[in-house]
């Protein structure tokens, strides 16, 4: 199925919308400037009528009765000069008293006085509007002046600049108006959205390319491909994420890459080794069988004791593997409690005497019977140091020391287990630990199954422990590590 490239249609949707209301609010606003920009030149130019009118018809009120006579002189005086101008005499409350006004009926009664006393206050030199008398609720550009008689006060010259006339003018040319400067505006706002469009979508694709080049690489294989250059916004953060992703899933090949090296070596070796004590079996079995009567007790005897030394080393094998099986599977818990050190070791140290004495190896302990308990799976602990104590005694022969040492750490009690022996070499000591790894040291195949120490390993990183090791070859090998003391303890 094809997928649709919303992100265009957004974006050109969003554009779109700006670009619209941009060319309304322009177009709007220029409209709106353009006519109080009109009117307040009309009304600078004509802020000076009614001061006109007043010098040019005295004696028009008195303050209590309007000589109709001047009212004639005055709407005689108004059509001479402008027709669409429009005339109001107001007393001092603001009520129309007379009025010079062609064409609508003058609906209103009174004024509103604040915005004519604002003019008179200004000399007229502010931009202000009044009531339409005829259209009450609008407003209108006016000139205004006192009216005085015998030096006094007594109503207001209200004058309407261009009137009805004015504003069907005004009417017939807005139209055409706005069709010019909308096209005008139309054009300009068009210009200046195609711009920011091709500034956006240029930064846009701009990080896309980025990014959809380093997807592309990735996906040919070079797992080492990122994202540069990206760090800001959403697309810093998908490039972020990208680069995540792809350091996560190229740790994840190079682990499956490493498992499966070390799956195809350890099934390699492990087949190896089950097929040595097997066949081992196997022959010495038939031997007997087809040889049973041939053979004397002495030889018979020989033969068994091979077949259940190869027996107990498959046993063993398989029970090593079947363990770290379950380790790395973390299938084993934990069960950690309070233990002495001191006395596990001096267990362990007693019973592997009998086999050291055998082979005229000496096992010592040395530690501090004030020692806090540590916090640790018994068990588990006991299973590490025998694998430890089996790979030093592997390593001894006859005369060589070793030694079973308990120390305090700050908050831990030290363990190491040192032996006089051959040694490791530095080449191998760095994989030790690794599943199967036996190097020259266990080429014998009675020596072990190769997975004690991964074993080791495997229980040291359960307790969160690090155990470490140093070698000399030829003078012996020392493994240490550190467990925490039980809090309740201290």
Known sequence: MKTKNTLFYKIAGVLTLLFVLLA??????????????????????????????????????????????????????????????????????????????????????????????????????????????????????????????????????????GGNDYDTLIKKHE????????VRTILYALFAALLVALLFIYIITRNFNKIISAFKSFKEGNHDARVTGVEHGEMGLLANTYNDMASTIQNNIEELQSVDKLRKELIANISHDLRTPIA??????????????????????????????NSERLKKLVNDLFELSILEANQKKLQPEAIQMAEI???IADKYRIITKNKGININTIYSKDLPLVYAD???????LQNIIDNAIKHCKAGDVVTLELTRDNNYVSIKVADTGSGISSQELPFIFERYRKGKFYSDAEKGSGLGLAIVKKIMDLHNATINVTSTLNQGTQFYFNLPINPHSV
């Open 24 to 161: 309304f609010l322009i177009t709007k606003t220029s409209t709106r400037l353009s006519e109080d920009y009109h009117n307040e030149i009309s009304q600078g130019l004509n802020k000076d009528v009614s001061k006109f009118i007043v010098e040019e018809i005295q004696g028009l009120y008195n303050g209590d009765t309007v000589v109709e006579a001047k009212m004639g002189k005055l709407m005689h005086h108004v059509m001479a000069t402008n027709p669409a101008t429009e005339v109001y005499l107001l007393d001092l409350e603001g009520n129309i008293l007379k009025h010079v006004a062609m064409n609508k009926e003058v609906k209103a009664k009174k004024i509103n006085l604040e915005p004519i006393k604002e003019f008179i206050a200004k000399d007229g030199n502010t931009f202000v509007k009044g009531d339409d008398p005829k259209l009450p609720g609008t407003k209108k550009i006016f000139s205004a002046a006192p009216y005085l008689f015998n030096n006094q006060k007594v109503g207001y010259i209200y004058t309407i600049v």
């Open 280 to 309: 081992s079996i196997q022959g010495f079995v038939e031997t007997i069988l087809i040889k049973g009567d041939e053979l004397n007790n002495e030889e018979k005897t020989r033969y068994m004791e091979i077949v259940l030394k």
């Open 345 to 347: 070791i001096q267990d």
């Open 378 to 384: 018994i068990a588990l602990i006991d299973r590490a």
């Open 175 to 182: 139209a055409s108006y706005i069709r010019k400067l909308s």
